[in-house]
């Protein structure tokens, strides 16, 4: 058997298969629904585990092609850079499964919501192992789809109207993206995922359309990414359930936006082209003016969930800023930003469901003194939130120093003003929060709703886990970056594979 | 040949002269007799290219067969019609298409 | 196996007949036997097309141009495939749909007529004349239906295998008189007006596409479509009939601003007829249309004139889908949405025709990519007119905005509905995806970038109405003042296994797409598309 061919494929069956059964299902059918969930996500970690140690051990690709059309194949291929998304998604999946089996277990329509939750990972999975353009287009239009009726989930007006912007921004963005992937392929035929790139020829004839196709696919991407002026539907998204945003906000959604504009940038022209074409700067900018933007527009924001929400929109612009800067420790920064920023925001969010569900606590005002009720649950937003200003030894900050050696390297000190501006302002509207959290004077009220409520210390284990499991992971991220095996690792193996030879 | 012109000139005249009558009457019925003439507009041109096409003084069989196979099929389209037409008559007592909400 | 293109008109005219002979309620038992059996035969030659090439029988064993002939080639065989499954699909569904109208000893019949009018409550057998005046006879719409939809299946099936204009006139008008009749099945008011107007329009443009053949046999002397297609048609005359046959044949494709008669015909009939009007009946004219225009007239059709019809379809797509977006009964935003989605149809002849280089490879891939939209939209908007059919026979009634909540209620009939729903909008991973992804490679490539903006935006306004359905049925609020029937489960399979089947055409393409090369036009620039 070649498992090369078939390890990526069992990859994304390991979570479709459980979704269709899903369907399938009542919602009363609880230890089926939970054994497939967590049997598939399970399996999926499984797999990942063999493939990175495939990958990262023996040096193999895994790669699967299936015929599509005429002369265009479908590519799965695991390699480093896809193995990072697969191996952020795979661990979070199995950890998210769990939070959110605990979250929802009660509430209707589970049945739905276990079922598109699945297909969205493997939506994700499938934009991960994308190996050439048009597969990574399928995917990547496919999360749009399933991630709709999680979005609505609710059924309240107010997450219909959500609902409606997010269809209205990813398939306006999807049909900018098709575009932009038509074009390219009209003028260079299928193109795959290279490192540096393959469409360097055309280069002499047509700069100008490969300039616009450049703008056509970054803003179908960046409207995932969350890019200003493309950001909106964000914030307004976090009216889903906290499994949901976690989700959307770490992993599947934003994530894929970002990850499209590392393989437009690295895989498709290629650092050389993109800096030919003078097309870097306008990303750089962009992403700049983002990560400030959504670190004011986070300081005004009360409501929890939608100063998380703005935090990210901030903090995944780093990845599209790295992405800009040419230079090797600019690589390593933006792509080590893909999980780094994934582990650290799905922390904070699984603690905004957690205050959400056991005290009912969603404004950071009623947060004062949460900390000496919730200890566990405000350590591991301490640590999540200490990870996004950047504190070391967390993983921010390695993420962030990187970035700062890439900005010296590739000549653009001002990106440093950026970091440093961003930073302060993470730390201005996080350090409130921890503060009040841990040191301000309880609500006494809220103190017996929740001991009526909970005959555990502060919340249930299956929401609790998760978050302190998530926040250890970004502490060790951190602490370990020097492994073989830590994400650092995986990103300093990426960035040498796609330097520019001087 | 001008006499075939002559056969062909009346048969578009028919044609037109029908078209006209259904897309101006309202009555069904006088669409449907439009109708029904302005296959026998067709069947006229095609007997015409039949003489036309002359084969040693013997007529071209395939357009009879069309015109015979034509009346057949118009024959059935128009008494379906008019099977329609008289039962929207007896259930509305209109003779003109009226929507439920009175528009035409 | 050379006989099987015979086999497949003949065996579901074969069942019709014998549906009528045997009459009331038994007769769905033959109708599906003949459902089955036409099902098989279609697969049997798409195989041995597949195998063996154009598949082409000279009936009573007279050459032509004296016989005529039946000829199967890819085009066809992949029309007659798609007819055959989606018709397996609406026949089953159609069993379980018709015994719940059936006013039978156990059931209640006044429960029991919910018909696409909107007027479900006034409903029952008392809307027969018959049953009111005579009072012993009882009409029954399932035993008149078998008969009719294996009648259309049949002339369907002659559509797609004759090779022969005069021949194919007779198909259109046999397809004409048994989509009317399968129309006011119900006897009901409003499908009886549809049905009449769309009887005379349908009827208007059989006679301008009859007009047409007179004229071509008056210059060519032959009636075969290949001995047409090697004539040297030039004369006036042809381009007076090619004139005329192309009016008629929109005006059957229902094409923008001859759509007229469309929604009221396909949404006021029962849904297995709605189905199988908006997916298969639309498909003929437009088939025969393509047939025409590309290997016929090849030479006569201008720039201007493809940019017309294109530009036609460009409208029928924005003013299609906004009508869609505005009404308010579910059946009548599906027959919208076909008005629409017969506008992605024409978009491909101008793409496909003589703008550019007349040597370029993206004429075929518009070709393939118009085709495979029809394949698409013929399982998809079957899947959508099936599903509205459960909601009604559910719920009483298909209007939009009392549909809150009913997602939780009928989860598969949304599943489905948005499945069918991605297909239309062309979202990958879907069979209208490939369709749109080809029409939108050959417009990029050949320059026309007006066809681009339509094809996307067209995309986006098809999202807009399905997003009003989901979004209504994802409420939590859940309407309550209606109880919902109990609806048979194998309806409910039925509309979602035609769902998935576009969505599965879209994963696989390879295949369907290179049965399409069998015997296609463009012969010559293939080859430059397989580099």
Redesign the interface.
């Known amino acids: 058997m070649d498992w090369g061919f078939w390890l990526p494929q069992i990859m994304l069956f390991s979570s479709l298969i459980p979704a269709l059964v899903i369907?399938l299902l009542r919602d009363e059918q609880f230890w089926l629904r939970t054994s497939l969930n967590l049997g598939g996500s399970a399996v999926k970690l499984v797999l990942a585990g063999i493939m990175a140690w495939g990958v990262l051990a023996e040096g193999r690709t895994y790669e699967a092609s299936l015929?599509?059309?005429?002369?265009q194949e479908l590519v799965l291929r695991v390699e480093p850079l896809s193995l990072m998304l697969v191996g952020l998604s795979s661990v979070l999946w199995f950890i998210t499964t769990i939070y959110a089996i605990g979250y929802l277990e009660n509430s209707?329509?589970r049945?739905?919501f276990f079922g598109f939750f699945s297909l969205c990972v493997t939506a994700t999975i499938g934009i991960a192992m994308a190996g050439n353009l048009i597969t990574f287009?399928?995917f990547y239009?496919?999360l749009?789809?399933v991630t709709?009726?999680l979005v609505?989930h609710?059924?309240?007006p107010a997450?219909?109207a959500a609902?409606?912007t997010y269809?209205l921004y990813t398939?306006?963005g999807?049909?900018l993206l098709?575009?932009g992937v038509?074009?390219l392929?009209?003028l260079a035929g299928p193109v795959s995922f290279e490192s540096g790139g393959a469409i360097d020829f055309l280069v002499d004839d047509h700069r100008t359309e490969l300039i616009v196709i450049f703008g056509l696919l970054i803003a179908g991407l960046g409207v995932k990414a969350a890019i200003v002026p493309l950001h909106r539907w964000l914030p307004e998204a976090m009216i889903a359930p906290a499994p949901v945003s976690a989700l959307l906000h770490a992993v599947a959604v934003v994530k894929a936006g970002a990850y499209g504009i590392v393989r437009v940038v690295y895989d498709v022209y290629g650092l050389e082209l993109s800096d030919q074409l003078n097309v870097l700067l306008p990303l750089a900018l962009f992403a700049s003016f983002t990560i400030i933007y959504g670190s004011v527009r986070a300081l005004g924001e009360f409501d929890l969930k939608r100063r998380l929400a703005y935090s990210t929109v901030s903090q995944v612009s780093y990845i599209a800023l790295g992405t800009a800067l040419i230079g090797p420790a600019a690589t390593v920064g933006a792509t080590v930003h893909l999980i780094h920023q994934g582990i650290m925001k799905i922390t904070l969010f699984f603690c905004a469901g957690v205050f959400a569900e056991a005290r009912n606590i969603h404004d950071i005002r009623e947060m004062s003194g949460v900390g000496r009720s919730m200890p566990l649950t405000m350590s591991a937003f301490t640590l999540g939130a200490f990870g996004m200003i950047g504190v070391p030894p967390l993983a921010g900050f390695v993420s962030k120093w990187y970035l700062g050696l890439g900005s010296l390297e590739s000549n653009a000190p001002w990106v440093i003003v950026i970091l440093v501006a961003s930073s302060v302002m993470n730390a201005a509207y996080f350090l409130p929060i921890v503060y009040k959290g841990w040191f301000g004077e309880p609500h006494e009220e809220i103190e017996v709703v929740e001991a009526e409520r909970f005959q555990v210390a502060e919340a249930p284990w299956s929401l609790l886990g998760p978050a302190l499991a998530t926040a250890g992971i970004s502490l060790l991220a951190g602490l370990l970056a020097a492994w073989a095996y830590s994400p650092l690792s995986l990103a300093e193996i990426v960035a040498n594979q796609r330097m520019i030879s001087p | 040949m001008s006499e075939f012109l002559i056969y062909g000139l009346a048969a578009a005249a028919l044609?037109a002269i029908c078209?006209h009558g259904?897309i101006t009457r309202t009555h069904?019925l006088r669409?449907?007799l439009a109708?029904n003439m302005?296959?026998s507009?067709?069947f006229l041109?095609?007997i015409t290219?039949a003489e036309?096409?002359q084969v040693d003084g013997v007529a071209d069989p395939?357009?009879h067969a069309?015109v015979l196979?034509?009346i057949v099929?118009a024959v059935?389209?128009t008494a379906?019609?008019l099977a329609?037409?008289r039962?929207?008559h007896?259930?509305?007592g209109h003779t003109e298409?009226?929507?439920?909400d009175g528009s035409t | 196996m050379s006989l099987v293109g015979i086999w497949v008109i003949l065996i579901p005219l074969i069942c019709g007949l014998a549906a009528f002979a045997v009459g009331g309620r038994s007769s769905r038992v033959i109708g599906l036997i003949g459902a089955g059996l036409t099902f098989l035969l279609s697969g049997l030659l798409v195989l041995h097309v597949w195998q063996s090439g154009v598949w082409i029988y000279q009936l009573g064993g007279w050459d032509v141009p004296l016989g005529i002939s039946l000829r199967a080639d890819g085009l066809s065989a992949f029309l007659i495939g798609m007819t055959g499954a989606v018709g397996l699909g609406i026949s089953l569904y159609a069993v379980r749909y018709f015994e719940a109208l059936t006013p039978g000893p156990s059931q209640d019949p006044s429960a029991a007529l919910r018909t696409g009018?909107g007027r479900g409550e006034e409903s029952g057998a008392g809307d027969s004349?018959e049953a009111e005046r005579g009072g012993t006879e009882v009409w029954l719409p399932g035993a008149s239906y078998w008969p009719l939809w294996m009648l259309l299946w049949a002339s369907l099936n002659v559509l797609f295998l004759s090779n022969d204009i005069?021949n194919l006139?007779?198909g259109l008008?046999l397809l004409?008189?048994a989509s009317?009749?399968l129309i006011?099945l119900q006897?009901e008011?409003?499908a009886?007006?549809a049905?009449?107007?769309y009887?005379?329009a349908a009827?208007?443009g059989s006679?301008a596409y009859?007009?047409g053949?007179?004229?071509i046999?008056?210059d060519a002397?032959v009636?075969d479509l290949g001995l047409l297609a090697d004539a040297e048609l030039t004369g006036t005359a042809t381009q007076v009939a090619g004139g005329l046959m192309a009016v008629g044949l929109l005006l059957k494709a229902a094409l923008f601003p001859l759509h007229f008669w469309l929604p009221?015909a396909h949404s006021s009939a029962p849904a297995p007829v709605s189905a199988a009007l908006s997916a298969l009946v639309v498909k003929g004219a437009f088939y025969l249309l393509i047939r025409l225009w590309f290997e016929v007239f090849e030479s006569a059709g201008t720039v201007s004139v493809e940019q017309m019809i294109g530009g036609l379809g460009a409208v029928a797509i924005v003013v299609g889908s906004f009508q869609a977006i505005r009404q308010e009964r579910l059946k009548l935003m599906i027959a919208y949405s076909t008005v629409a989605q017969v506008g992605y149809l024409f978009i491909m002849i101008p793409l496909a025709g003589s703008f550019g280089d007349p040597e370029a490879s993206w004429r075929f891939e518009a070709w393939t990519g118009g085709l495979y939209h029809a394949l698409s939209h013929g399982f998809a908007k079957a899947s959508m007119f099936l599903a509205a059919g459960v909601l009604l026979s559910a719920l009483g009634h298909d209007r939009v905005w009392h549909l809150a909540?009913s997602?939780?209620r009928f989860?598969?009939i949304y599943?489905s509905f948005?499945i069918a729903g991605?297909s239309l909008?062309g979202?990958?991973?879907s069979a209208g995806?490939?369709g749109k992804?080809?029409m939108?490679?050959s417009a990029?490539?050949s320059g026309q970038w007006w066809w681009?903006v339509i094809l996307?935006v067209g995309?986006?306004l098809t999202?807009g109405y399905v997003?009003i359905v989901?979004?209504q049925a994802?409420?939590?609020?859940v309407d309550e003042h209606t109880e919902p029937h109990p609806v048979p489960k194998l309806m409910t399979v039925m509309v979602f296994a035609l769902a998935a089947m576009s969505l599965l055409l879209g994963?696989?393409?390879?295949e369907p797409?290179e049965l399409l090369e069998i015997g296609a036009p463009f012969q010559t620039l293939m080859s430059v598309?397989?580099?």
């Open positions: 369907f015929p599509f059309l005429h002369n209707p329509n049945t739905r287009l399928i239009e496919m749009s789809v709709y009726p609505v609710r059924g309240t997450a219909l609902g409606r269809l398939l306006g999807g049909v098709l575009l038509i074009w392929q009209v | 044609f078209l259904i069904i669409k449907i109708l302005m296959g507009a067709v041109l095609l290219i036309r096409n395939v357009p069309m196979t034509g099929v059935s389209a379906f019609a329609l037409a039962r929207y007896a259930q509305t298409l009226h929507d439920e | 009018s004349p005069f006139y007779v008008e004409t008189l009317v009749a006011i006897r008011q409003a009886i007006v049905g009449l107007r009887l005379l009827f208007l006679m009859l007009l053949v007179a004229l046999y008056a002397g009636l009221a909540g997602a939780s989860p598969v599943l948005g991605m909008m979202l990958p991973p995806f490939v992804w080809l939108l490679r990029v490539e681009v996307l995309g986006l999202a997003a989901l979004s994802l409420q939590h609020d994963l696989r393409a390879a797409l598309v397989e580099d």
